[in-house]
């Protein structure tokens, strides 16, 4: 959005493209020839504060960190023993100290990530379609249903162990009196323990999603809208053909940030479950922070955090070729 | 050597090859900080704390006391600030986890507090990660010695001949009961069970009444402590002697296992109890007993309506024990060590230490025997229920790492008491992994 307010304020300034490659000799005292003779810089100029941030705090610790994979790492002992792939072999070899408990933890996150991200694509959508009508208090709806998203995960998690404790909750309480005589355990038993977890993660971020998508919805122009109604569509297929492919850029993106995120999970499960039962709602990210921070045996906290970056790489990659593909079908 | 078989897969001259050379190396190690190796020694603290005359400092004070004994250390180093012109001690509470993550990276960077508190079974780690300093010179200067403390306590601050920790208190579990509960189901309030037949019979008669009177957490908060104590009243122990191998997957282990697990499967505690969710019960008078740290005492106290008392726990197997664990005062290392504040940190522990007393009404029994035996200490009515059990406390045992291989009881406690595998089978499973762990460990800090 913001290249294109850029370009509509480069138009108005009565600039082209062509200016940022102008002719020779164009004097220096004209408008167009001080831009022309920084313009190869600029985009660069424009982009170093960011540049120098994503290398300091991306690019340098993720290079270091594969270093750090392949040392028995330890940042306080002064022998970090060179240990090559041994990191990433344990992983794949079963039976060893944490292969086990690695590839569970990866099911874990991929559970979360299988059951959350449909249900934050398509009800925060709704959301954003009942909050882009115009009704009475309709801002005051919007803040409600991004609320939430302003909580720290403390907050969200503490919250919900104890609306959700088996025993003391509200919401067994609740249920009790509605005629559920059984303690369902919310926390520490399957499946119930997914359902609270994908529950609570879906109540606190889908304001977040829903704010996208009606800015995506407000940038559809609704003539389009109005075209497609005298060309006879019904509501239905007005949402089809004109809602969800002005969406497409927006649910992109969307899409890949809400896995991310998901695969991402830490809190929620940290503080409500604790990984109960067992290990079994432990997540990758739980693991990895449980290694390298409680155990500090980073190297292998390293490994583990490179195999589940590829694996979240793929999954982009694989989203975002999925979009182009229904780009240019 | 493990570290030539390690390495068959890529060597670490291959790797340097493949993205670019020394130069790469010399970056990278670059940015690991100080890699030389750190001193050791600690910078003796010139009359080891026995009094503090040299100009005015500030004194960093690091600790997670984040309960109800968190304003009492502050009442206590206000006290000291007053009585001390020249020495400012500030003081930074974190919850412990964050504690354990935030001061490594703090004294690594030359950041870290002068003092701060510690568990026993976080000392050796710490003191194997140099991370604390030894301080043999503030015992030797403050005249202590074992005889002013219970053995295990002054053995706790030790690791490999060297003391790294002066003893603050001890804090045991106990049996914490609701007066009202008890009274209702008939049973006398004022003589809890304190054997396990006794105790059993008591939960039979609560059950009578419709209350599940032991509510069993299958959290480390305390569902972990009632296990490791049960574990030993029946005669076993969780390593042996020189951790080098669990051994709480032993009868003994399956019989406390089967104990607490039985608690549940009898009706005497509701199945899937939450984290936190006995204490609570406790608090609303829906649970009759719940084996809680002495910790709890003052929060206990803060509800005016609520009739409690408290004993040690019952004798459930053959010998009378019960788990706990002891602050200790710890030195943190410094890159560039402040002779002054090194004198003033140390008189700071040792006038701390001397009023322990005041230290134990937040919940604490006193480190110093000449406080535990004292009247007024006496007269601290629940502190002196917990005091009762002193002579047969249970430590965590202390070993570099251990942390990580206890946290496999808990997981063990989790999957027994909510029954997703038999005890036996659970703690077998749990104690293989600890093993792993424990031997693990002796390679990386050497045993």
């Not at chain 2, 690091?62 to 304003?71: I, L, P």
């Not at chain 2, 006496?378 to 249970?394: G, S």
Request: charge should be neutral.
């Amino acid at each position: 959005m913001s290249v294109e307010s850029s370009a509509e304020r480069a138009a108005a300034a009565g600039e082209t493209l062509q200016g940022f490659q102008p002719p020779e000799g164009q004097g220096r005292s004209g408008v167009h020839g001080r831009v022309a003779r920084h313009g190869a810089l600029t985009p660069y100029l424009f982009l170093a504060p960011f540049l120098v941030l994503f290398c300091v705090f991306i690019v340098a610790p993720a290079i270091y960190g594969i270093w750090i994979s392949l040392h028995d790492y330890d940042f306080l002992l002064p022998h970090k023993p060179w240990v090559g792939l041994s990191n990433y072999t344990e992983l794949f070899t079963p039976g060893g100290r944490d292969a086990t408990d690695f590839w569970r933890a990866m099911k874990a996150t991929g559970i979360f990530t299988v059951f959350s991200v449909p249900l934050l694509l398509v009800v925060p959508l709704l959301v954003a379609l009942l909050l882009n009508r115009s009704f009475p208090g309709r801002t005051f709806f919007r803040a409600v249903f991004f609320t939430p998203y302003v909580l720290g995960v403390a907050v969200v998690g503490l919250l919900w162990r104890y609306l959700l404790d088996p025993n003391i909750g509200l919401v067994n309480s609740y249920l009790d009196q509605l005629g559920v005589h059984r303690n369902i355990p919310w926390t520490t038993d399957l499946p119930w323990a997914w359902i609270s977890l994908v529950g609570m993660t879906v109540w606190w971020t889908l304001g977040f999603n829903a704010i996208i998508y009606l800015a995506g919805l407000q940038d559809i122009s609704p003539e389009l809208y109005e075209a497609a109604e005298v060309d006879g569509a019904g509501k239905w297929q007005q949402f089809l053909h004109v809602t969800l492919p002005g969406l497409r850029p927006v649910l992109l993106f969307v899409l890949t940030v809400t896995i991310l995120a998901s695969a991402n999970m830490f809190g929620q499960a940290f503080l409500v479950t604790k990984g109960a039962p067992g290990n079994a709602t432990r997540t990758a990210i739980m693991l990895i922070a449980e290694t390298g921070m409680r155990s500090f045996r980073m190297g292998v906290a390293a490994a583990m955090s490179y195999v589940l970056a590829i694996f979240l790489l793929l999954i982009s990659l694989l989203n975002f070729r999925f979009f182009r593909m229904r780009d240019t079908s | 050597m493990p570290d030539l078989d390690r390495s068959l897969f890529l060597s670490r001259r291959h790797f340097l090859a493949l993205t670019g050379g020394a130069g790469a190396a010399a970056l990278l190690a670059a940015c690991g900080g100080t890699s030389g190796p750190p001193t050791a020694q600690a910078p003796s603290g010139g009359n080891g704390g026995t009094k503090y005359t040299g100009p005015n400092v500030s004194v960093a004070f690091w600790n997670g006391f984040t309960g109800g004994d968190q304003a009492y250390i502050k009442k206590m180093v206000d006290d000291f600030n007053k009585a001390t012109p020249n020495v400012k001690v500030t003081m930074n509470v974190y919850q412990w986890a964050d504690f354990f993550q935030k001061v490594p990276a703090a004294v690594a960077s030359g950041n870290g507090p002068d003092v701060g508190a510690m568990h026993v079974d976080d000392i050796p780690t710490n003191a194997a990660r140099n991370i604390i300093v030894p301080i043999d010179d503030v015992a030797a200067a403050l005249k202590l010695s074992e005889s002013d403390f219970s053995p295990i306590v002054w053995q706790g601050g030790v690791y490999k001949g060297k003391r790294y920790g002066i003893p603050l208190d001890t804090h045991p579990l106990g049996m914490y009961y609701n007066k009202a509960v008890l009274q209702k189901a008939g049973l006398d309030p004022d003589k809890p069970p304190q054997t396990g037949d006794d105790y059993l019979a008591a939960l039979e008669q609560l059950k009578g009444k419709g209350i599940q009177g032991h509510w069993m957490s299958p959290f480390p908060f305390t569902g972990t402590f009632q296990f490791e104590s049960l574990l030993w009243q029946f005669g076993g122990d969780l390593f042996d002697k020189d951790v080098t191998k669990a051994t709480f997957d032993s009868d003994a282990g399956v019989q406390a296992m089967t104990w607490l697990r039985n608690l549940v499967t009898k009706g005497y505690s509701p199945a899937n109890v939450g984290q936190d969710a006995d204490y609570i019960a406790l608090k609303n008078g829906k649970n009759a007993f719940n084996w809680n740290g002495i910790w709890q005492i003052n929060d206990l106290a803060s509800i005016k309506t609520l009739q409690w008392g408290v004993a040690p726990i019952p004798k459930v197997g053959t010998q009378n024990a019960v788990w706990a664990n002891s602050h200790q005062f710890v030195i943190m290392r410094q890159n560039q060590p402040d002779q002054n504040k090194q004198e003033a940190a140390r008189y700071f522990i040792n006038w701390i230490s001397q009023r322990s007393l005041e230290w134990a009404k937040s919940g604490k029994i006193p480190a110093r025997k000449s406080v535990l035996e004292s009247a007024e200490f006496k007269a601290l009515a629940p502190e002196a229920q917990f005091a009762k059990q002193i002579d047969y406390v249970h430590f965590p045992p202390q070993a570099p790492g251990i942390g990580d291989a206890l946290a496999m009881v808990d997981q063990a406690l989790n999957n027994a008491i909510l029954g997703k595998a038999d005890p036996a089978k659970a703690l077998s499973a749990a104690a293989g992994q600890a093993t792993k762990i424990v031997q693990d460990n002796q390679k990386k800090y050497g045993s």
